[in-house]
């Protein structure tokens, strides 16, 4: 950090309204109950003094750096916060220089902030675990992405996943308040005016998320006067959606968007993806919806539709918004106008069900593993014809354990490919009872 860096850093007239404000205490931060109540794991240690690294896996403007940011405060730690994105291991070894020196020397552990931890890569994550483990650091990594997907298995065994949900708007409305009457605006916009209809319209806007609250509100005093309604509008670039991400809105709007594609409604489906993605709904949040969509409304039918989910959600994760809007936009119509059938979801309940109603049933001897010579002795294996040399490359032998064989569970529908499913199974099935 050069002289004129740090001059910026200290001065907050010179620093974002959202980073100029951020709380230095639990008292001061908004929302997160569930993890920062006064009985859960969290709160006991940071009262305790006994940290542990932790995942903060949440929305963009939750509070995952503010959070991290009080508890090092609070438990009087060193906090060096590090970019993913741009950074690597040459930084993290100097960063844990530091740490020990700064351990060694003054006996202060060091708290490591690490924000976009799912952008590092395997080797990266690696170089972590050594100083996590000595003590050196604790590890406190912020994402948006599923930490079971994109953070190492042994950081994650390490580390406690702390689930952060988008902020409610009576607290991005309380934060809001905290801020106008805070003596860093009272500093800069003297004599701004902000009409508590107006506050309350930023915080409906927001979708849960503070900074981008914080944001709006920074943009909206410096327009200088009276801020009212149609300030926030104007703002915030769009009119304010009845979209909340923690209530009902939001699953009347994704609930909208599934039964129209399932309806075979492209029209519809085109509609309301719009609509989620004005709103400020995550695009990986829908695409997973509709990856399990292309399996469970879809699937035989046209098994072309997973193939094409997983290809969007690859795009998407390539070119981000906003031209990641095509690929999403082409699967939504896509899956809405294939042919439909829940034969995948209603082989899985028949399936659950015969191993919930019979139990542990043997595997019958023909088609085991007769893997040594006992098991061939006693019969394992034998009696076994091997389908590829059959006329058909089918062998006509039954695959179910005893008193399940008449059972069908997979049973395909007259749509799409599972017709051509459905005819070569009756034939199949016919030419067995014909033995």
């Known amino acids: 950090m050069d002289l004129f860096e740090h001059a910026d850093s200290s001065d907050p007239n010179r620093r974002p309204l959202a980073d100029a404000v951020r709380p230095s205490d639990l008292e001061g931060y908004f929302g997160q109950k569930h993890v920062i109540g006064e009985t859960t794991f969290l709160k006991r240690a940071i009262e305790s003094d006994r940290l542990g690294s932790m995942i903060f896996w949440g929305p963009p403007g939750s509070g995952k750096t503010t959070l991290a940011r009080v508890i090092a405060q609070t438990t009087e730690r060193w906090f060096e916060p590090f970019s993913a994105v741009l950074g690597g291991v040459k930084e993290i070894r100097a960063i844990v220089q530091a ?7 003054h006996g202060r552990q060091t708290v490591l902030f690490i924000d976009e931890i799912h952008r590092f890569n395997k080797a990266q994550q690696d170089a972590l675990l050594p100083h996590i483990e000595d003590g050196t650091l604790i590890l406190i990594g912020a994402t948006t992405e599923n930490p079971s997907f994109e953070v190492n298995s042994a950081i994650l065994s390490r580390a406690r996943v702390v689930v952060l949900k988008a902020l409610e708007s009576p607290d991005v409305e309380a934060l809001l308040r905290r801020a106008y009457e805070h003596p860093v605006r009272t500093a800069r916009w003297p004599d701004a005016r902000v009409e508590d209809e107006a506050i309350t319209a930023i915080a409906d806007a927001a979708d849960g998320d503070a900074r981008r609250a914080l944001n709006a509100l920074e943009t909206a005093l410096n327009y200088g006067g009276s801020v009212g309604r149609d300030t926030v509008v104007e703002v915030m670039g ?12 939001h699953y009347y709007v994704i609930s909208a968007f599934i039964k129209s594609m399932r309806a075979t409604d492209p029209d519809a489906a085109a509609y309301w993806l719009e609509r989620l993605i004005q709103a400020g709904e995550d695009p990986l949040f829908v695409l997973r919806r509709m990856v399990i969509f292309a399996s469970e409304d879809i699937g035989h039918a046209d098994p072309q539709a997973l193939h094409l989910a997983m290809a969007a959600t690859d795009a998407f994760r390539l070119i981000g918004m906003p031209e990641g809007m095509y690929p999403l936009m082409q699967l939504a119509t896509y899956l809405a106008t294939a042919p439909k059938s829940d034969t995948v979801k209603r082989t899985i309940q028949t399936a659950r069900q015969a191993v919930e109603q019979h139990g542990n049933l043997p595997v019958p001897k023909h088609i085991r593993n007769a893997h040594t010579k006992l098991m061939k002795s006693l019969g394992d294996g034998a009696g076994y014809r091997y389908p590829h040399t059959a006329p058909g490359h089918f062998n006509g032998q039954r695959g179910m354990p005893e008193g399940l064989e008449g059972l069908t569970l997979f049973q395909p529908c007259d749509q799409g490919m599972e017709i ?3 005819q070569r199974l009756e034939a199949l099935r016919g030419a067995r009872s014909d033995e």
Do not use: I
């Open 99 to 105: 740490a020990k020196e700064r351990r060694r020397l």
């Open 238 to 249: 769009r009119k304010v959606l009845n979209y909340d991400k923690a209530g009902d809105g």
């Open 420 to 422: 051509q499913f459905k």
